[in-house]
């Protein structure tokens, strides 16, 4: 078996790179172009290169694959046109990169085929390729460092969110899930529907102060007078609306942020406490059980990110 490859490291490492190449007048870094970083960069990485990025209508179950020639020591990625939304289909591409980067040797493996079934298992190693597959993904797309300097700084709003969501190609929730990565503020964000939560992912802070959803192992309702149980998409929920305590949490104050989807019947929402909550570390929980295999896994297994 080779030694092992770090999704992180992996996607820094193809950044660096790009952060060198010239670009024409009105070519900007951003979004990455992933289709061209497959078939240009890694001829130059490996004597086994990408010479193909393919679309083709696979159905509901398929996102996208990656596949080895049956003769030739060459791999092609394929990705599903029946998936319309640009945000999913560009975070496809840059997964499929990520197990040709990450495992196409350390798993000796000629096919990598990943909807959202094969997402929630993991291989006969034990390793979670999907959600390995998922971070090179996400770091590719969304460089830390530029990330920051789009975000620090700034008031948490839901435009700033679609700004970084237009800059990289992603969706509106694979940027929150990213703020929420950076944030030093205690804030949440979660997905709903129906009344009902599919996930949520707390900060580092926030969930250090006691603050988080369990809601991978309760079903977990959104509260009866909060704007995600109302699936509103309105200035006022976009722009934030201050609720007082015990609506979302006992004895505290919380900004929430939402926008309801109409088209797919999701709420996306972002919640922000004050810095001046009573800080304690959780007992009997434990925030990796609780997000199983990631935050971007679990937003593509619960809904498909319609934002």
């Known amino acids: 078996m080779s030694d092992k490859k770090f999704p992180q490291k992996e996607a820094i490492r193809i950044n660096r790179l790009l952060d ?17 970083v ?3 960069l890694t001829p130059s990485f490996n004597e086994d290169p990408i010479t193909a990025v393919k679309g083709e209508k696979m159905g509901s179950s398929v996102d996208g694959m990656l596949v080895k020639h049956s003769f030739r020591n060459e791999w092609a990625i394929f990705y599903n046109t ?14 499929e990169l990520g197990h040709y980067m990450v495992h196409r040797q350390s798993l000796n493996k000629t096919k990598f085929q990943c909807g959202e079934k094969d997402m929630l298992d ?14 090179f993904a996400a770091n590719l797309l969304m460089p830390n460092s530029d990330f920051r300097t789009q975000a620090d700084g700034q008031k948490f709003s839901i435009d700033l969110m679609q700004h970084c969501a237009n800059r ?8 929150v899930l990213k703020w929420l990565d950076f944030t030093k503020k ?20 926030a969930f250090r102060s006691g603050r988080y959803f369990a ?8 509260p009866e007078f909060s704007l995600a149980a109302e699936e509103q998409y309105s200035a006022a929920a976009r722009n934030g609306v201050r609720h007082g305590p015990d609506i979302w949490f006992p004895g505290e104050e919380v900004m929430e942020y939402s926008i309801y989807s109409e088209e797919y019947g999701k709420t996306l929402t972002v919640l922000i406490l004050d810095d001046s909550g009573g800080y304690s570390d959780p007992n009997g929980f434990n925030e ?9 896994t679990n937003f593509i297994n619960n809904g498909q990110d319609p934002y």
């Open 20 to 36: 060198t190449v010239p670009l024409p007048p009105g070519i900007d870094r951003f979004p990455v172009d992933v289709a061209m």
């Open 38 to 40: 497959a078939q240009d």
């Open 82 to 95: 029946d998936v319309i939304h640009p945000g999913r289909s560009n975070f496809t591409l840059a997964h």
């Open 122 to 135: 993991e291989n006969l190693q034990g390793i979670d390729i999907e959600t390995e597959a998922n971070a």
């Open 168 to 175: 990289y190609g992603v969706s509106l929730t694979a940027a």
């Open 186 to 205: 205690r804030a949440i964000g979660l997905l709903s529907e129906e009344g009902f939560m599919h996930w949520s992912k707390s900060s580092n802070r």
């Open 215 to 222: 809601t991978k192992k309760n079903c977990v309702e959104v």
């Open 288 to 296: 990796d059980d609780e997000l199983l295999t990631d935050s971007y």
